[in-house]
């Protein structure tokens, strides 16, 4: 029977929440219903209703007449095209649905000037894996298990040359010492590289040997990074205002200790920041002021849209303090969200 590849409609979220949830049965068999209720929690029917009419969402569906046999789900992101899940029902499986539906997202990534697109799969599924490269995929990463959970392997396929300024983004962490940040630059670093980025990290640090100033440099792409070094930052993160150095940067999210209103060594008015009490809140939810760095990243990882239940922080956190840890930077990362 001849199939349609169209764009989800709202009448279509029952059917394709249904086949979903089987897919990730499917998918996850081995694992607990509370790693499945996971993956499933993240896709209710009113989620997809929701994200049907966000113009950063694509959601495509494989029908048999009125049928749905297949769903696409992706979004869109600073020019990056991000397969989440694909999946066709058992019985509609190597007639080509899955195929079709995914030429359909190349082709609308492309429309909406993608210059690549991006997948996650698992290496036990062969198939699919052989099926991404037949439209085009190229395996970027293998990700062990150890990182997050479960073996994947990132596949990416290119569709245009990047554009300039998404070729590399620049972030800058100031602070003093024992605020952590060496532990966040190296963690946000790392993160960054278990996703497949190209990663640049370069610490700087005063002359002072205790309660000195320290900034970080870190450079993450898609592309190789050429030149590890920068004269303007997309965003800087500022804990401290003991550092004299006056950051050139588009952005700026700062504790709040550290804007003073009338001050005459940062022109903040001239620039895109947001004032965060990263120190209250440290020591009003945690108890202590240990945790700043943590909760810091948690922010900005939201910041540059890592999504955290991806990351395996067992992997890229110390031992000690590990839960608390955790804790900081997930509450960061949904702080008044």
Not at 15 to 44: G, V, W
Not at 143 to 156: C, H, N, P, R, T
Not at 193 to 205: H, W
């Amino acid at each position: 029977m001849q199939h349609t590849i169209e764009k989800m409609k709202a009448k279509d979220a029952e059917a394709t929440i249904h086949l979903f949830c089987d897919i990730i049965d499917e998918l996850h068999a081995d694992a607990s219903e509370f790693e499945r209720k996971h993956y499933k929690d993240a896709y209710s029917i009113n989620k997809i209703e929701d994200r049907l009419s966000d113009n950063n969402s694509m959601y495509l569906v494989a029908k048999e007449g009125d049928k749905v046999v297949g769903f696409l789900f992706a979004w869109l992101s600073e020019g990056i095209g991000h397969i989440n899940w694909i999946g066709v029902s058992r019985g509609h499986r190597k007639k080509g649905y899955a195929k079709s539906i995914l030429e359909a997202a190349v082709k609308e990534f492309e429309m909406r000037h993608c210059h690549e697109v991006k997948l996650f799969t698992y290496p036990s599924q062969v198939s699919a894996y052989k099926l991404f490269q037949s439209v085009g995929f190229e395996e970027k990463a293998y990700i062990d298990e150890q990182f997050f959970g479960v073996s994947i392997i990132l596949m990416v396929r290119k569709l245009a040359i990047v554009p300039a300024e998404r070729a590399a983004k620049k972030i800058i962490l100031a602070g003093e010492a024992g605020q952590g940040i060496k532990l966040m630059a190296h963690s946000l670093a790392s993160i960054l590289t278990r996703l497949g980025k190209e990663v640049s990290l370069n610490l700087i640090y005063d002359s002072a040997v205790r309660s000195g100033n320290i900034t970080a440099e870190v450079i993450y792409s898609d592309e190789k990074i050429e030149v590890p070094f920068f004269e303007e930052a997309d965003l800087c993160l500022r804990l401290s205002d003991s550092n004299p150095r006056i950051f050139n940067a588009k952005k700026e999210i700062m504790d709040d200790s550290v804007f003073k209103r009338g001050s005459d060594r940062y022109a903040f008015e001239n620039l895109v920041s947001d004032r965060i009490p990263f120190k209250r809140m440290s020591s009003e939810q945690f108890g202590s002021q240990m945790f700043v760095n943590m909760i810091a990243l948690g922010r900005l990882l939201k910041y540059i849209g890592i999504d955290i239940e991806k990351v395996n922080f067992e992997s890229e956190l110390p031992s000690k303090f590990l839960s608390e840890n955790v804790k900081a930077i997930k509450y960061g990362y949904t702080y008044l969200d």
